[in-house]
Each structure stands twice: as structure tokens, then as C-alpha cells.
């Protein structure tokens, strides 16, 4: 699990909204952990089957980001991907006014395949 504060950097469009591409690149991340977890190696992302962006995120939200093994094939890794925000800034009430959300808003859900080479793979 991965959890980041969306800086005023990361926005990218009007209304400080964060890209979606910035969730990909966090489950990058976390598909990475998880191929060093299972294989002793940081693997490539070979394809996602699906992406959706389910609700925005802008700078000063907290975003967690979750992944899981889903299948095992010779040297691929089918993963299944979450992003939840669990801290929403609030603009509306002050720069710097944000809440904890009693319930995380899932923002992105993504499914895609690693591989490991074979000859990469350090846990048989
Ligand atoms: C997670 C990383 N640490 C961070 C990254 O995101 S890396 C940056 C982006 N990725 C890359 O730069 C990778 C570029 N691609 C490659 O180098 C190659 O395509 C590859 C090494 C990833 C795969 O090449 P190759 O070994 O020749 O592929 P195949 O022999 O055809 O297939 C290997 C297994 O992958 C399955 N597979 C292939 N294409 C797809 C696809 N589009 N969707 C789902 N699965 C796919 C294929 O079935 C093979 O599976 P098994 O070995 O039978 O389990």
C-alpha cells in the first residue's frame, strides 16, 4: 500500500485536478512491491486490460493505493488495482482546511499484467 499527498505540483488542470495518468503511476509502484515480494525483482507492466477514473482528485487530497496478485502464469502477473482517497483538502472552506473521510472515496480501479522473466525470477 502506497499513501501520498497530491501536491500543488501534481495538479494539472483547472480547478487544481490532479491527472489520472498519477494514479497509474502510483499502481506502478505498488505492482513493482509486489513483484519484489514475489519474485525477488522489479518485473516490467506489460499491458492494462482496464483503467477507471471513478472521481477527481486534486492537491491536498491524501490518496491511498492498493494492489494484489490476481493470477499466476509462467512469467506473467495479472493485478488488480485500487486507489482510495482518504483525506480530501477543502478549498471551499480555507487554503489549508482539509477532513478525514469517515468513508475513503474510491477514485481509480486498474487492472493490468507484469512479467518476470524467467530467468529474473529469484523465488522458485
Ligand atoms: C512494474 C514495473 N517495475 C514498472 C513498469 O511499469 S516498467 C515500464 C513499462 N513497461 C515496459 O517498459 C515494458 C516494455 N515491454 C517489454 O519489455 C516486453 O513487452 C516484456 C518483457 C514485458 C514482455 O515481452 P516478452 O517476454 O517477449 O512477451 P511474451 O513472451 O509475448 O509474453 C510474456 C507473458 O506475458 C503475457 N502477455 C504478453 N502480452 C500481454 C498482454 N498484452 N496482456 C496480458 N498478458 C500479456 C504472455 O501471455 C506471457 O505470459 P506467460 O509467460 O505465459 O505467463
Redesign the pocket.
Known sequence: MIRLRMSAKDAHYGGNLVDGAHMVHLF?DV??EL?IMHDGD??????Y?NVEFLAPVYAGDYIEATGEIVKV????RKMVFEAKKVIASRPDISASAADVLEEPIVVCRASG???V?KEDQRKK
Open positions: 506502478g505492482a513493482t513483484l522489479e518485473g516490467l507492466f506489460v499491458a486490460d502464469g509462467n512469467s506473467s499484467t507484469c512479467v522473466k
